[in-house]
């Protein structure tokens, strides 16, 4: 038990963090195209000028993600409170936040282009796997607490994590490694990978170890660049052409480093952080791999395999679990 629960807490620390929600009435998604509620702006609206009525769709038209933002993004209360309202708006009311909020309202004046790439990834997701339901998608300012939060019908997404790698506030919280992933265009792929890591979760067992982590989020991984239409596994990842370029010319070498150290099947929490743990960087054989290595790794063999397997569809491959059997036919770097 003690063995999966931190083979869990690294698998979701590898994605950041996520909340749970339950979704209320007349939450529904769109069938012709994603439109974001900007709920983060109404909080805005609430915390600048004490508005009633912001405070009263915050409560009572939007009431499940007011709900999980103070009780367990924030933490700073139950909705219960008679003083709830009054403590959202002072905990907002802080200078750094108060800063935060008018930075995103202007870095994010729309979301154009993160309802373009939901539109896209969900009907094509849909048309793979007909029974997906789309959730209902809204924006909200977390204080740097999560980057999506998500369960059930309902997906948030914190727009102060996506402010950009040279966004001023981080550099006081975060490592230059953590800022990278905190930009715009992370922000559809991110939700996917919650959104299908949430649908399909991994199989945990006694063995299992690091090929099986590997591969389940080079799975999903994998899935989501063909959603979104990326080139490679390591642009649907966020890697830069640089390091995607280093990971191609050095691929066998790095696959000989994980064989060789008996790592392929550890089950040493320790192991499985050192490739699937955000990081500056992985050190092998003197040589710095990107971050993430594992999942790089993972999504390459299942390419592999269903190059081999012409005629698995996506859903099939999504509800897949034998990552060894996996492995065994994909004839990874046979030749």
């Known amino acids: 038990m003690k063995l ?6 690294i698998l979701i620390s590898m994605l950041f963090a996520a909340c749970g929600l339950s979704t209320g009435k007349g939450m529904e998604q769109k069938e012709e195209g994603i439109s974001v509620l900007r709920y ?3 909080l805005s609206e609430y915390v600048r000028s004490n508005s009633f009525s912001a405070m009263q769709k915050l409560s009572m038209d939007y009431r499940q993600p ?22 959202l708006q002072k905990f907002y009311s802080d200078t750094t936040l108060v800063r935060l909020m008018g930075d995103v309202e202007a ?28 959730p209902f998608i809204y924006s909200q300012i977390s204080a740097f607490n999560e980057s999506i939060v998500l369960v059930d019908s309902l997906l948030g997404i914190s727009l102060d994590k996506y402010m950009g790698e040279d966004y001023p506030l981080y550099k006081r919280f ?14 559809v792929p ?22 099986d982590l590997m591969m389940h989020s ?21 890697y830069s052409k640089e390091e995607n370029d280093w990971c191609k010319e050095n691929e066998k070498a790095i696959w000989e480093y994980i064989c060789s150290n008996d790592h392929l099947h550890a089950r ?4 499985i952080r050192y490739y699937m743990k955000p990081a500056p960087a992985v050190e092998m054989h003197g040589v710095q791999a990107p971050a993430l290595i594992g999942t790089w790794i993972g999504t390459r063999i299942v390419s592999a395999y269903m190059k081999t397997h012409k005629d698995m569809k996506l859903k099939d491959l999504l509800e897949f679990n034998d990552y060894h059997e996996m492995l065994n036919e994909s004839n990874y770097l046979a030749s």
């Open 66 to 87: 007011t709900k999980i933002l103070i009780e367990d993004v924030l933490a700073i209360g139950t909705v219960k409170d008679d003083t709830i309202s009054q403590r």
């Open 107 to 134: 870095k994010f004046p729309n979301l154009d282009e993160v309802e373009k790439g939901l539109t896209k990834g969900f009907k094509k997701l849909k048309k793979e796997v007909p029974d997906t339901k789309v």
């Open 40 to 42: 983060d702006k109404l």
């Open 268 to 271: 040493d929490p320790m192991v």
């Open 4 to 9: 999966r629960i931190s083979l869990l807490i």
């Open 218 to 238: 080079g799975k999903i991984n994998y899935v989501t660049q063909h959603l979104l239409e990326y080139n490679d596994g390591g642009e649907a990842m966020g």
């Open 190 to 211: 991110d939700c996917f990978v919650f959104y299908l890591l949430s649908r399909y979760d991994m199989n945990y067992h006694e063995e299992t170890c690091l090929i």
């Open 174 to 187: 975060y490592y230059d490694y953590q800022c990278r992933s905190m930009r715009p265009e992370r922000i």
